[in-house]
């Protein structure tokens, strides 16, 4: 049975995985910013009672995310699985356009939180002699550039990088580090602004007709990746959702797939 730390996991994908992580026997630590979890959310995993706990972690701080290391393994005992999942947004606009708090938060959110939580877990998991590390992925891992986006894009892009990085540098230390690629998901981060408006995007016809095509309810993708986190040994890996060859069978597929999600 394993103990999973999962950053950012509230809502969203995060929150998914922590479930289907449940679903499949293991003990999950649950963070976010907020001092607890809503009460809905709580109601929904009543089932789970005594296998998880929730911690508050702001990924933007190392004493934070180190607080969120030291409680999870006093409470499990050991920590086999950490996820770095928190992520941001920026409102989709030009670069230059973009205001300092939203660059300075994406900066610090998808790249300087993910660093520090991949250092504290690496520093941890080397002790312990075991574990596994990954990191969420996202629009720019893979050098595809899209306009209104390249702040995101920028973040995502350096995330491969380090997540490569830290496998090399992991090589014999009995830890693994890996990234996980969603694709498209429908959740807060594309139906929301940063502010918590509702996003103008989801009304641009071009976007909701690609959207439909390609996305996915985050439940459907944490389904496909639980399995193959639990199973995996080997450094370096990228656990794909949508692989171009998914991607292009459903444009092939694409007129049974109107208003699918939005
Ligand atoms: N949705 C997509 O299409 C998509 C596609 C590719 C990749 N991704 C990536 O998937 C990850 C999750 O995205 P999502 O779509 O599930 O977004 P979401 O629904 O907006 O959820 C974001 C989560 O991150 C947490 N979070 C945000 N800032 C944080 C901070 N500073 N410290 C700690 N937690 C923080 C939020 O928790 P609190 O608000 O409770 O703090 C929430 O649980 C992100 O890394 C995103 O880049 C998403």
Redesign the pocket.
Known sequence: MKNVVI?????????SMAKEFLRAGCNVTI????EALSEATQAELSPFKGKYIYIQ????DKASLQNLWDASLKHWGKVDIWIN?????VPHKFSWETGESYTENVI???IT?MIFGSQVAAAGMIKQGHGAIYS????GSNNMIQVKTIL?GTT?HALRYFMRGLAKELEGTGVIAGRL??????????T?TPDGDPSEVISDEKFKKLFNIL?DR?ETVAKFFIPEILRNTKNDVLIAWLTNRKAAWRFMTAPFRKGRLI
Do not use: H
């Not at 963070?31 to 907020?34: A, D, K, V």
């Not at 999942?85 to 947004?89: L, R």
């Open positions: 950053t950012g996991s509230t809502r969203g994908i995060g929150f963070s976010g910013r907020g972690c702001n990924v933007q999942n928190a992520g941001q947004n610090k959110t998808n939180g969420m992925e996202g629009l995101y995502k690629s969603p694709g498209m998901m429908l959740t807060d981060f594309i929301k996305a985050p």
